[in-house]
């Protein structure tokens, strides 16, 4: 099946600092890529919806300024989490799609972020 | 896209078949059945979708109901490593611009 790798796999770092997470589909093309998050003991949530070449489409209630995403490329979405804060740990996760049928998505291993 | 419906947990022991239900009454004649299960701390990983036939790969079968209002996965032969959190997902096949909507989904516990 196709691969999704994420980068990194878990940070930590200083309230206030920003954190880039990488999402790379390794060996297909996706010109959408999804990222979620998900807390403790709860489901995944769409986060925003990473279109290549264009604006990423977020989610009600997730600010657009504080969790910048950048898709340059068919390979690349970036997940910026900026001046985070302690609320903002949780396990961010993305997904890619096959342009094609069946249209199974197929995830990242995740990224454990905690906010000091 | 189809609301479903999972029990939150269920027991497995090793080696015997784990029967994890879903329901989706309210689904609709374009929409297919998907399964996913995140491990602790992973990604979800795909396991196995159908329309309405019944379908099996490596990992596991899906039985779908005539009336499509519910369906069954079945791990033949649960191991430890099994143990997972299983999710159902009913969505639109064709429509890849759209992202799968989880629910609580069913916590699997495969025990020795």
């Known amino acids: 099946g196709a691969v999704v790798s994420q980068h990194p796999s878990w940070v930590i770092c200083k309230s206030g600092t920003s954190v880039k997470i990488e999402c790379r589909s390794l060996?297909?093309?996706?010109?959408?890529m999804f990222w979620y998050r998900q807390f403790p003991k709860q489901s995944l949530m769409l986060m925003a919806t990473s279109n290549e070449g264009s604006k990423a489409t977020y989610e009600q209630g997730v600010e657009k300024d504080k969790f910048l995403i950048n898709h340059a490329s068919l390979t690349l979405s970036t997940l910026t989490v900026t001046s985070a804060h302690p609320e903002d740990s949780s396990f961010y996760i993305c997904s890619a799609s096959l342009n094609r049928a069946w249209n199974i998505q197929y995830f990242g291993a995740g990224t454990r972020l905690s906010v000091l | 896209d189809a609301k479903t419906t999972q029990p939150p947990s269920m027991d497995c022991a090793e080696g015997r078949a784990a029967n994890l239900p879903c329901n989706h009454s309210?689904?609709?004649?374009?929409?297919?059945v998907y399964w996913y299960r995140q491990i602790h701390s992973q990604g979800p990983q795909y396991i196995i979708h159908?329309?309405?036939n019944n379908e099996t790969n490596e990992m596991a079968s899906l039985i779908i109901t005539e009336d499509r209002k519910s369906s069954t996965l079945i791990l033949p032969h649960a191991t430890l490593r099994d143990t997972a959190v299983y999710y159902c997902?009913?969505?639109?096949?064709?429509?890849?611009?759209?992202?799968?909507?989880f629910g609580p989904g069913t916590r699997l516990s495969v025990l020795p």
């Open positions: 060996d297909f093309q996706a010109t959408t």
């Open positions: 309210t689904i609709s004649g374009n929409e297919y």
């Open positions: 159908g329309l309405k």
């Open positions: 997902i009913v969505r639109v096949r064709d429509n890849y611009g759209q992202n799968f909507v």
